[in-house]
């Protein structure tokens, strides 16, 4: 049987949803390659295929990446990134996907401790909203580069 909802009723529940602090966390839009270029939050932009998925605690996972293409900042040929599941809009990354990638230097020491990563090691997380949201600016990055180690990981 249907009921109908008083308008008071409807006001208040969409107030909630709206208010509420738990979808507050992060708002992802379809973004556009001049923009990831362009973006100072974004260190690495790179393409990739997903050779490995493991889980580093309660936290999240590393996604190794074999990187064929580069379009933004330096990455070798393989990297990892931690990605931390309870964070808003993060990718979801299964092995063999292919992938466009927005990644940043994971400073946190909070995040590095809760990875079991040290503090002398380079670490890159994905940023928000990496997933679905730039698959489709392939074509517009251009042709990029191919990967190369960069000095301060030698």
């Known amino acids: 049987m249907l009921r109908r909802l008083s308008f008071s009723t409807f006001a208040v529940a969409i107030a909630v949803a709206v208010l509420a602090p738990s979808s507050a966390h992060a708002e992802c839009f379809s973004m556009t390659a001049q923009y990831v270029l362009s973006s100072p939050g974004v260190e690495i932009v790179f393409s990739g295929r997903v050779v490995e998925i493991a889980r580093t605690g309660d936290w999240g996972y590393r996604a190794t990446f074999d990187v064929d293409r580069v379009w933004k900042g330096t990455a070798p040929r393989r990297l990892d990134l931690y990605v931390c599941e309870r964070a808003a809009e993060m990718p979801h990354w299964v092995k063999d996907q ?12 909070e995040a590095r401790r809760d990875f079991g990563i040290d503090a002398n ?3 890159f997380a994905p940023t928000q909203c990496t997933g679905n ?22």
């Open 133 to 154: 949201f730039v698959a489709h600016i392939g074509d517009d990055l251009g042709s990029g580069y191919p990967p190369t180690n960069p000095p301060e990981w030698r």
């Open 98 to 109: 292919h992938a466009i990638v927005l990644a940043a230097r994971l400073t946190r020491s």
């Open 121 to 123: 090691q380079i670490a």
